[in-house]
């Protein structure tokens, strides 16, 4: 009985590594369709930071979210170095920039 408990538990949590790499392709693929791995690289910099050292900078900040989003939709710079970054709003779709934008914060 403690053998197939135990097979369960990992074909469980096998499963769910497989829902979690499947959800972070699907954002990979989202953050590609919309341009943004042109300038951002998931591990490494490229133009902008790399996706997990914004992770890494906003972890604990609650607001962190709302101002990305903001931030992404109308541009800025000053925050990563003299290289801006612009406006990428109406170009990308707001529930687009918000996905993104979560699930890069997911990345730390």
């Not at 096998?14 to 042109?38: P, R, V």
């Not at 890494?56 to 992404?72: I, M, N, S, W």
Request: proline share 4%.
């Amino acid at each position: 009985m403690n053998t197939i408990y135990s097979k369960l538990l990992l074909s469980g949590f096998l499963m769910l590594g497989l829902q979690t790499a499947n959800a972070t392709d699907a954002m990979e693929t989202l953050a590609q369709k919309n341009g943004c791995l042109m300038c951002h690289g998931v591990q490494t910099a490229v133009l902008g930071p790399a996706y997990k050292d914004v992770a890494k900078k906003y972890k604990d900040d609650k607001t962190a979210e709302a101002r990305l989003v903001e931030k992404v939709k109308v541009g800025g710079s000053g925050v990563w170095g003299k290289m801006p970054m612009p406006a990428n709003s109406p170009k990308v779709k707001d529930e687009d920039i918000k996905s993104i934008v979560k699930w890069i914060l997911t990345l730390s």
